[in-house]
């Protein structure tokens, strides 16, 4: 949310960042305050969170093409986050082992694409 507020004077559609990160702290924020929460319920946090984000960085690709290269990493990060919180609903009642495997496999997906995003993002600065 810090980012897209800080680079909202070079771009026009940091809205869409905005949006995401506050989608983040409020999705966190009401995991903290209601830790009572069943398992099922957390789940479903999680999986309109990842449906969410995955929509916005869909749209945040399609609204940046113009100004970043490699717009379709961001489009595999959402289509990934988009399917991550469709499984998620699909399989509520999964057990604790395949979740595990999935949230692990999600993180690490996502995890390498932003980090190749970063590195294009930095030579793209330079």
């Known amino acids: 949310a810090w980012a897209a ?4 004077r070079e771009h026009e559609h940091w809205w869409v960042l905005f949006l995401e990160g ?3 702290i409020g999705v966190g ?3 903290f305050l209601a830790p009572a929460i069943t398992a099922l319920a957390l789940l479903f946090y999680i ?5 969410a984000t995955g929509v ?3 749209v945040a690709a399609i ?3 113009k100004e970043i290269e490699n717009e379709w990493m961001l489009i595999i990060a959402g289509l990934a986050s988009v399917v991550f919180g469709t499984l998620l609903m699909a399989q509520p009642a999964a057990g604790a082992l395949a979740l595990l495997w999935l949230i692990a496999s999600y993180a690490i997906f996502f995890g390498v694409l932003l980090v190749v ?3 294009r993002v930095r ?4």
């Not at 507020?5 to 909202?8: K, T, V």
């Not at 030579?123 to 330079?126: D, V």
């Open 5 to 8: 507020l800080e680079g909202r």
């Open 56 to 58: 916005l960085e869909i």
């Open 29 to 31: 924020v009401l995991t």
């Open 22 to 24: 506050l989608l983040g």
């Open 123 to 126: 030579s793209f600065a330079a």
């Open 47 to 51: 999986a309109v969170w990842a449906i």
């Open 63 to 65: 609204r940046l093409r």
């Open 117 to 119: 995003l970063a590195f």
